[in-house]
C-alpha cells in the first residue's frame, strides 16, 4: 500500500505548477480541466517517489503558519543553496534540530507561501 496524492493548497496553479516543476524537479502526471471555473486536476510527481502532489484550491493567499509538507533529501545544504539561487526564501537554514538529534532540516516557502520542511532521512 501506498499513498497516491497528498493535497496541496494553491491559490494559482500555473504559478504552482511552474514552481515545483522549476525549483524541485516535479513532473507532471496529470493536468486535465476539472470544472467550470476554470480549475483543473493537477498531480506533480517528486523523483524517485510514488507519492504525487495534487492542488487544491485555497481560498486566499494567506501563508501557512505551520509546515505543510517533509520533503527528504540527503544533502540538505546543498538542496537549500540550489532553492536560494533560484530565489526561492529560505525560512530556516539547515540546522539539527533538538527533537531530531542526527538529522538536519531546512525550511523554505513555495510560491504559494506553503510552508516546506526538507530533510535529511
Known amino acids: 500500500m501506498h499513498i497516491q496524492f497528498a493535497e496541496l493548497p494553491v491559490f494559482d496553479q500555473d504559478r504552482a505548477k511552474a514552481f515545483y516543476t522549476e525549483n524541485l524537479n516535479c513532473t507532471v502526471a496529470a493536468d486535465a480541466p476539472m470544472g467550470e471555473d476554470g480549475w ?10 510514488q507519492t504525487h502532489l495534487h492542488f487544491i484550491h485555497r481560498e486566499n493567499d494567506t501563508p501557512s503558519d505551520m509546515p505543510v509538507l517533509v520533503l527528504v533529501e540527503r544533502n540538505v545544504e546543498t538542496a537549500v543553496e540550489a532553492l536560494r539561487a533560484k530565489g526561492v526564501e529560505i525560512v530556516t537554514e539547515p540546522h539539527e534540530p533538538a527533537w531530531q538529534p542526527g538529522r538536519t532540516v531546512a525550511e523554505f516557502r513555495d510560491s504559494e507561501g506553503n510552508r516546506m520542511v526538507i530533510g535529511t532521512p
Open 40 to 49: 483543473r486536476w493537477i498531480e506533480l510527481g517528486f523523483p524517485g517517489a
